[in-house]
DNA sequence: AACTGACTGTATTTCATTTTCGGTCAATTA
DNA sequence: TAATTGACCGAAAATGAAATACAGTCAGTT
């Protein structure tokens, strides 16, 4: 059987831009990696940012999985979120493509980096949202804008995973997960 | 009586840097403005960078001033916090020299600007910090962290307030209120 | 028919030169 | 003689022209 060519380019791709970042991955650098003319490329993906989404797809995929392995029905909708929320973000700070691009994006700005990471933002934004309706239908949650609720949620896990550090001491998993339970799900009116 | 001439700097500096940005602000630029040798700069402020902490220290001074307007001891926390944070961002969107750097911090990455505006937002999370202990004592609100919570607050509404309609269409200001209302104070929680 | 890589015009990088700017200090002013 | 000034300095940044690198094409090869 002939070697599969664009799976091979594929790789390359993946490796490339997870090592490189967008701008510095050039097809030249792609197409000999995969061990192919650069003309080739063209055959599958009619230009460098077609060949990128395709990769973001697979992380972004990827990413679902990740998150669905942590999924069980059998917790509670709070148990759950946070499971999950950490699972992504541990994953996504663990991930040569998405830490590349990230710094891509601080560093230089580069549009499709940029584009890249908001996608996959929205993607996260897009499964938790629906993990809210389910919750929501459930009767577990209190009817609410899924979309909104999805993407506060993230907001403000990522304050406190992630920005907080920035001028304080890291808040431990378990910490974060108390938090996140008192403010929005419990409230901070007195009962 | 002779001029002040520390006055007529503060007011050159500040003029300037509203309008041009840390970077593009001149020393030669702020003594012309000023009417004074560039050398009378240096008697009052021993670079750059202190005569741009005292606009800052300015500015944040202006920004109490303005919440502490919209503050009322009778109306609930809530109620005051929401208008509060309505009016402080409202203030921030509208000031020449907030705005600039915000520009300069996006366009440029100006360390100084980023500093700056990060100082901006402490001062906004302490005030906030010394309304919510206010609360907690008088058992409005929940006993909680005051400083993690006033980070949360003003992450919360600047997610909503700002970070929301980059991708979708802006919320009114009583939308926002009911959100913040719904997730924060209440929580998702079915009764 | 599938694949290749030399080729092309544009965009980016390089680098030597010029210009700008923060900060100093000897001269000047009041 | 204390306060003020602006010419001056070295370091840093802007400039621009020449060199290079790149995405995408297509005539030729397998």
Redesign the interface.
Known sequence: MAVDRRKLIVEAAAQSFALFGYKATTMDQVAKLANVGKGTIYTFFSNKEELFDEIMNLLIREIKQVADAEYDADRTFFDNLNRILHRILDFREKHQLAVKLAHEVRDMGTPKAIEGL?KLE?AIIGYIQAKIQIAIDK????P?DPK??A??ML??YL??AS??QH?HEALAKEKIAE?FK?????????A
């Open positions: 908001n929205e009767r577990e949650l209190k609410c909104i609720t993407f506060v907001k403000l304050a406190l920005e907080w001028s938090l008192l403010y929005l799900l419990d409230g901070l009116t007195m």
